[in-house]
């Protein structure tokens, strides 16, 4: 019997061994990184408060502009796959948020809804841009649609691609439930203490988890994808950068009758498949914005533009096409 339990102590012990190690990564350069990932259009704007903001301008420079903010733990990467279909109708901002991405830790070390509107209001200026759209995906569709209430006169049309809102009283019920189910490195981050090991233990398999968790057709989950988020999130900073923020907490600041605010038309696109955001989230969007149009798309996860660029690419040019020709003055 002590045989048998020294052999399960010492497997126990070698199997927690391998975890760590292979679990645990230190930093990678800047350098290194934007060597691989800041290809093509990218460029960066570095501000007075020394953030280095990664963002990308495309398609055609004297067309109706569309501001592209991604995800929690996402990047300008994440919509790789739909900036082509737009760029023949569209001039096609996208960035990296403060924390994510190549834009990565700031020195203010201010990780806001606030500072991600005044991040978006920095780059339109610096291009030039009085009034664009803004679409958003997950937490960037929060930033979107707060930034649409705040800039009515700038925002032309709002694009909420499965978006973050508020969270009634029902919604939290339906997230409590789903709690067992979510992401580790979600139910990791609850605790203050797991917390700081996490700064240097970033297994492959978080971003492996992430995004199968992520998408419908598990076929989209590569390898090569999944590598890319890791990699970002090793840029040097990052990870505490990330850690810092108070995660899920801005729910609570209002209720959904605050989109009754909501001037821009608005497209509302949600995969009926979403693990992260449900889609039941997209009513309150339908009932309280006056001008809306929702869009529920069967056998689709949380990142719509990643699983079906075309779908989402023809919808959005329909919708703006329409929006913006009867809204603007007759030549």
């Known amino acids: 019997m002590k045989k048998i339990l020294k052999s399960i102590s ?17 930093d990678i350069p800047r350098e290194k990184l934007e060597t691989k990932y800041a290809t093509g259009a990218s460029q960066f704007l570095d501000l007075p408060d020394g953030a280095r903001i990664h963002f990308r301008d495309e398609g055609e420079v004297n067309k109706p502009v569309i501001v592209l903010l991604h995800g929690f733990n996402g990047s300008l990467l994440n919509f ?4 082509p279909l737009l760029a023949n109708d569209f001039r096609l901002v996208s960035l990296d948020l403060p924390g994510f991405g190549l ?16 991040t978006v209001t ?26 649409a209430i705040e800039y009515p006169n700038k925002v032309e049309g709002l694009i909420l691609l499965a978006s973050s809102g508020v969270m009634t009283r029902e919604d939290r019920d339906r ?29 492959k398999f978080f971003a492996t988890q992430g995004l199968k968790t992520s998408v419908f057709n598990q076929e989209l989950a590569t390898e090569e994808y999944a590598r890319q988020f890791h990699d970002l ?8 950068a990330i850690l810092s923020m108070g995660f899920g907490s801005r729910d609570w600041m209002y209720g959904p009758e605050i989109f009754k605010k909501i001037v821009a038309p608005t497209l509302v696109i949600h995969g009926k498949e979403d693990n992260i955001i449900g889609v039941e989230s997209s009513e309150s969007f339908e009932k309280n914005i006056k001008h809306v149009e929702v869009k529920v ?11 079906d660029p075309k779908r989402t690419a023809n919808d959005i040019i329909k919708f703006l096409n329409i929006k913006l020709n009867n809204s603007r003055p007759s030549e």
């Open 233 to 240: 999130t090793l840029l040097e900073g990052s990870r505490k």
């Open 80 to 83: 790789e796959r739909l900036v």
């Open 122 to 147: 920095s780059i339109t200026n610096y291009l030039g841009i009085n009034k664009f759209s803004i679409a958003g995906n997950s937490m960037g569709g929060g930033v979107a649609w707060r930034y």
């Open 297 to 307: 798309y069967l056998e689709t996860g949380h990142l719509p533009m990643y699983e």
């Open 103 to 118: 834009t990565g830790a700031i020195p203010s070390g201010n990780y806001t809804t606030n500072s991600y509107m005044d």
């Open 10 to 26: 010492l497997f126990l012990l070698l199997t927690i061994g391998v975890l760590t190690y292979t679990g645990i990564y230190f």
């Open 175 to 203: 997230f409590d439930q789903r709690k067992d189910n979510s992401l580790i490195v979600w139910r990791l981050m609850g605790s203050s203490l797991i917390k700081k090991t996490l700064i240097y233990y970033t297994p």
